[in-house]
């Protein structure tokens, strides 16, 4: 792992085994890009891959040199309008009414370990000797502002970060009016673009779509990541699938408005940006002020879509979400949402909790409608504080109840909302987003406290801080439950209505902040109408999401295995829930349900109580299964084996780090007439180690058989073999 500096030719060469990314100092200054990719060895010099030449219609940087237009240069962090026509990184409005600007290269440090953002997540190291970071510094004379690229290379994985911040030395005011995270400029286009795209109940689904000229991109102007499209884009080769061949990965680490763009020029260059989106931003930055972007994870793969997924698992299992739940198990819960909704009391809880104890469940979850007036959803958010009539022990006396079963308690809350018949609205009706003079869209009959002001945080967080010192508090599921309309705040000037919906994400980020760092023991998890907001930039602060509020087993397949093309199995919130399910209206047995939430932290969200009693044992074996090998589920290497969007079935596995075992999950979705044979090949296993398949002597195989020659599935031993949607696991032990 190195990053060198090639003084005499101003060439930055950032490498480790996996990659080769090259930075070029131009003639004007500025910086080009002249290769990323697979590792090259380092040499003197690659200026030889600066493309440039005589093109029709373009402008040339100076006078008389027809070989330099920036149109046709491979750019770092290109601005628009001095000989580039594509769209930019960046873009600054100064008083005069000008929005061009000259930034060059004025100096750089390179230093081992990594830097925090200030107020926003991002990928961190334990040791400084797990990466190198380089800082590029640029200056406009003209503007008296700098501009700092940082970048960091990890020393085990193909992962290269990337940030910017600009300063305001100048003595006149300047806007920022397009601040993007990163910009890469590959010299081709023969790539098919992958998005994970989708709606509520469906997140994440994987779309592909080749490259043509043109723009295309996904975006999210909602407030929040959202449940519609991800923070995240790769670019693969046509030929490139799970196993093999080239594929460029970028996340985002962000929970906000953001834009992840591909255009491809006339001349066949392609261009990636990804960043905070600019359309309703504006940051006015006043002498002296600085605007930090989040960061850009850049991921490269020339071992296919799991080569880059795993990647990222890696790095956003052990880098990015911190603290004390980051590598140890998750307990595995009971929610009692679909089992009671609002209709609940303290009798009525005990006694699933009760059940749960029973069945080896480890932890309680209290859902929506403990609070206030909260009967139902038009009432009480906002007031943090207990009902009485339903808990007239409070949620103190209720958490006491709980661990006197032997379990942990876990509560709900919705903090960044509030109902209009809610004590919080009454008081404070401006702390609501809204614009003057027109009315405020409601969305579940709740409306979006404005946290982009500093003392509604701090009202939230007083009230939440309270609970969780009172009460014997164990989980917090934090849910948001509708977007940003009428985006304005009455607290901020009219020339700062541009920095609403980034001060808000920064509240939020602010609020997690102050909760985990008071509260190191509780685990969080995020959710927003299930995975609305499922994001590296959450992930920093809340291990776990809600993956979807869709528990269907068939249709979580194919969530989840969207889902894993960036974020670790141990960050899917995944539950067996009551059929008919409440989503979808589909029956799947017990068994099928379980076997997809095992790759995801696994629980329960049903009425144990209407369970017959075989079916509670069925729950019985499962919650011993899940917690013999949830550990090597959480922390093993996943790979995706056959693709649910594609066909009937969907497989998938995860191997232990030592390779020593293994789970596998098949699913088949539609059962047939008189079906043919089919092997399931496993992937990540040791060729020359032996495996014993679910426990039977007679089933013993080499790992290079298993991964080559395959399982024979045997529809016989399919569970709900007579019917759809019927599934089976493959446990692999070393022998």
Same mark, same amino acid.
């Given at each position: 792992?190195?990053?060198?500096?090639?003084?005499?030719?101003?060439? #930055?060469?950032?490498?480790?085994?996996?990659?080769?990314? @090259?930075?070029?100092?131009?003639?004007?200054?500025?910086?080009?890009?002249?290769?990323?990719?697979?590792?090259?060895?380092?040499?003197?010099?690659?200026?030889?891959?600066?493309?440039?030449?005589?093109?029709? !219609?373009?402008?040339?940087?100076?006078?008389?040199?027809?070989?330099?237009?920036?149109?046709?240069?491979?750019?770092?962090? =290109?601005?628009?309008?001095?000989?580039?026509?594509?769209?930019?990184?960046?873009?600054?409005?100064?008083?005069?009414?000008?929005?061009?600007?000259? #930034?060059?290269?004025?100096?750089?440090?390179?230093?081992?370990?990594?830097?925090?953002?200030?107020?926003?997540?991002?990928?961190? &190291?334990?040791?400084?000797?797990?990466?190198?970071?380089?800082?590029?510094?640029?200056?406009?004379?003209?503007?008296?502002?700098?501009?700092?690229?940082?970048?960091?290379?990890?020393?085990?994985? =193909?992962?290269?970060?990337?940030?910017?911040?600009?300063?305001?030395?100048?003595?006149?005011?300047?806007?920022?009016?397009?601040?993007?995270?990163?910009?890469?400029?590959?010299?081709? /286009?023969?790539?098919?673009?992958?998005?994970?795209?989708?709606?509520?109940?469906?997140?994440?689904?994987?779309?592909?779509?080749?490259?043509?000229?043109?723009?295309?991109?996904?975006?999210?102007?909602?407030?929040?990541?959202?449940?519609?499209?991800?923070?995240?884009?790769?670019?693969?080769?046509?030929?490139?699938?799970?196993?093999?061949?080239?594929?460029?990965?970028?996340?985002?680490?962000?929970?906000?408005?953001?834009?992840?763009?591909?255009?491809?020029?006339?001349?066949?260059?392609?261009?990636?940006?990804?960043?905070?989106?600019?359309?309703?931003?504006?940051?006015?930055?006043?002498?002296?002020?600085?605007?930090?972007?989040?960061?850009?994870?850049?991921?490269?793969?020339?071992?296919?879509?799991?080569?880059?997924?795993?990647?990222?698992?890696?790095?956003?299992?052990?880098?990015?979400?911190?603290? %004390?739940?980051?590598?140890?198990?998750?307990? +595995?819960?009971?929610?009692?949402?679909?089992?009671?909704?609002?209709?609940?009391?303290?009798?009525?809880?005990?006694? *699933?909790?009760?059940?749960?104890?029973?069945?080896?469940?480890?932890?309680?979850?209290?859902?929506?409608?403990?609070?206030?007036?909260?009967?139902?959803?038009?009432?009480?958010?906002?007031?943090?504080?207990?009902?009485?009539?339903?808990? =007239?022990?409070?949620?103190?006396?209720?958490? %006491?109840?709980?661990?006197?079963?032997?379990?942990?308690?876990?509560?709900?809350?919705?903090?960044?909302?509030?109902?209009?018949?809610?004590?919080?609205?009454?008081?404070? =009706?401006?702390?609501?987003?809204?614009?003057?003079?027109?009315?405020?869209?409601?969305?579940?009959?709740?409306?979006?406290?404005?946290?982009?002001?500093?003392?509604? &945080?701090?009202?939230?967080?007083?009230?939440?801080?309270?609970?969780?010192?009172?009460?014997?508090?164990?989980?917090?599921?934090?849910?948001?439950?509708? /977007?940003?309309?009428?985006?304005?705040?009455?607290? @901020?000037?009219?020339?700062?209505?541009?920095?609403?919906?980034?001060?808000?994400?920064?509240?939020?980020?602010?609020?997690?902040?102050?909760?985990?760092?008071? #509260?190191?023991?509780?685990? #969080?998890?995020?959710?927003?109408?299930?995975?609305?907001?499922?994001?590296?930039? *959450?992930?920093?602060?809340?291990?776990? $999401?809600?993956?979807?509020?869709? $528990?269907?087993?068939?249709?979580?397949?194919? +969530?989840?295995?969207?889902?894993?093309?960036?974020?670790?199995?141990?960050?899917?919130?995944?539950? &067996?829930?009551?059929?008919?399910?409440?989503?979808?209206?589909?029956?799947?047995?017990?068994?099928?349900?379980?076997?997809?939430?095992?790759?995801?932290?696994?629980?329960?969200?049903?009425?144990?109580?209407?369970?017959?009693?075989?079916?509670?044992?069925?729950?019985?074996?499962?919650?011993?299964?899940?917690?013999?090998?949830?550990?090597? +589920?959480?922390?093993?290497?996943?790979?995706?084996? @056959?693709?649910?969007?594609?066909?009937?079935?969907?497989?998938?596995?995860?191997?232990?780090?030592?390779?020593?075992?293994?789970?596998?999950?098949?699913?088949?979705? !539609?059962?047939?007439?008189?079906?043919?044979?089919?092997?399931?090949?496993?992937?990540?296993?040791?060729?020359?180690?032996?495996?014993?398949?679910?426990?039977?002597?007679?089933?013993?195989?080499?790992?290079?058989?298993?991964?080559?020659?395959?399982?024979?599935?045997?529809?016989?031993?399919?569970?709900?073999?007579?019917?759809?949607?019927?599934?089976?696991?493959?446990?692999?032990?070393?022998?």
């Amino acid at each position: 792992m190195a990053i060198v500096f090639h003084e005499n030719t101003g060439e #930055f060469h950032l490498y480790n085994e996996h990659l080769s990314y @090259m930075i070029k100092i131009l003639d004007n200054g500025q910086l080009g890009n002249l290769y990323y990719g697979k590792r090259l060895r380092d040499r003197d010099t690659f200026g030889h891959l600066l493309e440039g030449g005589l093109k029709s !219609l373009a402008a040339y940087v100076f006078e008389n040199d027809y070989y330099f237009s920036l149109q046709h240069t491979k750019q770092e962090y =290109p601005s628009y309008g001095t000989t580039d026509f594509r769209y930019p990184a960046f873009e600054i409005k100064q008083e005069n009414g000008s929005a061009i600007s000259h #930034f060059q290269y004025e100096s750089h440090v390179i230093y081992k370990g990594k830097k925090k953002l200030k107020g926003l997540p991002a990928t961190y &190291v334990e040791q400084d000797s797990e990466a190198v970071s380089l800082e590029i510094i640029l200056y406009d004379s003209v503007l008296h502002s700098r501009l700092v690229l940082s970048y960091t290379i990890y020393e085990e994985l =193909p992962v290269i970060t990337r940030n910017a911040k600009f300063i305001n030395h100048g003595e006149q005011q300047i806007r920022l009016t397009r601040a993007l995270s990163a910009a890469v400029d590959l010299p081709d /286009y023969d790539f098919e673009s992958v998005h994970l795209a989708g709606a509520w109940s469906r997140e994440r689904h994987v779309k592909y779509r080749k490259l043509e000229q043109g723009v295309q991109s996904i975006h999210s102007l909602r407030g929040a990541s959202s449940a519609e499209f991800n923070p995240f884009l790769a670019l693969k080769r046509p030929q490139a699938d799970e196993f093999a061949g080239e594929v460029y990965g970028f996340s985002l680490v962000y929970s906000g408005n953001f834009l992840a763009q591909v255009e491809v020029d006339t001349h066949h260059m392609t261009r990636v940006t990804l960043g905070i989106h600019p359309d309703h931003f504006e940051w006015p930055l006043q002498a002296g002020e600085t605007f930090q972007t989040p960061e850009a994870v850049l991921v490269y793969s020339n071992t296919g879509l799991n080569g880059m997924s795993q990647a990222f698992h890696r790095l956003y299992r052990t880098r990015l979400a911190r603290g %004390k739940w980051r590598d140890q198990v998750r307990p +595995i819960l009971i929610n009692n949402w679909e089992a009671t909704s609002f209709d609940f009391d303290e009798s009525k809880v005990l006694s *699933i909790a009760s059940t749960a104890k029973e069945l080896g469940i480890e932890m309680f979850v209290l859902d929506d409608g403990w609070f206030g007036a909260r009967n139902n959803d038009r009432a009480g958010l906002g007031d943090w504080y207990v009902n009485r009539e339903k808990l =007239p022990d409070g949620i103190e006396g209720l958490a %006491k109840k709980i661990e006197a079963l032997g379990m942990k308690f876990g509560l709900w809350f919705e903090p960044e909302m509030v109902n209009k018949d809610s004590d919080l609205y009454r008081a404070h =009706p401006d702390w609501i987003i809204h614009t003057p003079g027109r009315a405020a869209s409601p969305s579940r009959n709740q409306y979006v406290l404005d946290y982009s002001r500093k003392e509604v &945080v701090d009202y939230i967080y007083g009230l939440m801080s309270n609970l969780l010192r009172e009460s014997s508090i164990s989980y917090v599921k934090w849910d948001m439950n509708r /977007y940003i309309t009428e985006c304005y705040s009455t607290a @901020m000037e009219a020339s700062e209505q541009g920095k609403v919906f980034h001060r808000y994400i920064l509240g939020v980020y602010d609020l997690y902040e102050r909760l985990t760092s008071e #509260f190191p023991n509780v685990l #969080f998890e995020s959710c927003s109408s299930g995975g609305a907001r499922f994001d590296p930039g *959450i992930l920093y602060y809340a291990p776990q $999401t809600w993956t979807s509020d869709n $528990t269907d087993a068939i249709e979580r397949i194919k +969530i989840q295995y969207g889902t894993s093309y960036v974020y670790p199995v141990s960050s899917m919130g995944a539950h &067996v829930s009551e059929v008919p399910n409440q989503q979808i209206g589909r029956i799947t047995s017990l068994q099928t349900r379980a076997n997809v939430a095992y790759f995801g932290a696994f629980g329960y969200e049903l009425d144990l109580n209407v369970l017959h009693m075989d079916e509670r044992e069925v729950v019985k074996r499962q919650v011993q299964f899940a917690k013999k090998h949830r550990e090597f +589920i959480q922390q093993g290497v996943f790979y995706r084996l @056959m693709d649910p969007f594609k066909g009937n079935v969907a497989a998938w596995i995860v191997v232990s780090e030592n390779k020593s075992e293994a789970l596998a999950g098949y699913y088949q979705v !539609l059962n047939g007439v008189n079906l043919e044979w089919r092997r399931l090949k496993l992937a990540g296993l040791d060729e020359q180690k032996r495996y014993c398949v679910n426990g039977d002597q007679d089933r013993i195989h080499y790992g290079d058989e298993l991964m080559n020659a395959g399982l024979v599935i045997d529809h016989r031993k399919l569970c709900a073999s007579d019917a759809d949607f019927a599934s089976i696991l493959f446990y692999l032990n070393e022998v």
